[in-house]
């Protein structure tokens, strides 16, 4: 049987912020409004995490190919299974978007160079006044501990203020998860294919 993460928005309410950020950042129709933005002429290779693109929107924002969707065709892109990472993955794909300073010389904004420094506090700074800064987190989607996370293309994920609670109720959630299915992480000197791997995906319900 496929391993599916299941949210529901009405059962699991106390992680709610986590599950409407993955709904955004899922569905192609919506995600090309989630941070950081993709436009025309971006690249991976383009991208400078140092300089994240400009908040906007400049109304030329483009859609991502962000996979995990239970709810799309298995041989699309969206539809594309993701993979639990190695154990030093977890903090590759952070590191794009935080622990490191950046700066955004088209709003006159920078953030220097500490630990808690991240991208949502400029492009969702309004969770982060309406709830203060110690009680928001940075969330990403896909999870920073699949290999498909921020680090993958530097493009292709999302990121949003969430409040802490709800952040690390999805964490026990996901972790939950991942132990009921025995997902391990990926060993890539000792796994030469992910045939004794396994794939999941999610799926969000009401």
């Not at 002429?41 to 929107?57: C, E, F, M, Q, S």
């Not at 065709?73 to 969206?78: D, H, Q, S």
């Amino acid at each position: 049987a496929d391993r599916v993460f299941t949210m529901s928005k009405s059962r699991d309410s106390e992680f709610l912020d986590v599950i409407l950020h993955i709904e955004k950042a899922l569905n192609p129709a919506t995600n090309a409004g989630t941070y950081p933005p993709y436009r025309p002429g971006d690249t991976t290779a383009g991208r400078d995490i140092n300089l994240p693109p400009v908040k906007g929107p400049l109304g030329n924002e483009l859609p991502k190919v962000i996979s995990g969707n239970y709810a799309k065709p298995p041989n699309t892109p969206e539809g594309a299974p993701l993979w639990r990472g190695t154990d030093t993955g977890y903090e590759d794909n952070r590191k794009i978007f935080s622990q490191h300073a950046f700066e955004v010389p088209q709003d006159n904004f920078r953030l220097g160079n500490y630990y808690s420094s991240n991208y949502c506090k400029y492009y969702t700074s309004d969770v982060y006044i309406k709830y203060g800064y110690t009680e928001v987190q940075c969330d990403e989607y896909p999870f920073a501990s699949t290999q498909e996370g921020a680090a993958k293309d530097k493009i292709n994920y999302s990121v949003q203020g969430v409040r802490a609670g709800h952040n690390w109720k999805h964490g026990d959630a996901l972790k939950a998860f991942y132990g009921h299915y025995r997902l391990l992480t990926y060993d890539p000197v000792n796994t030469i294919t992910k045939v004794s791997d396994s794939p999941f995906w999610v799926k969000i319900v009401d």
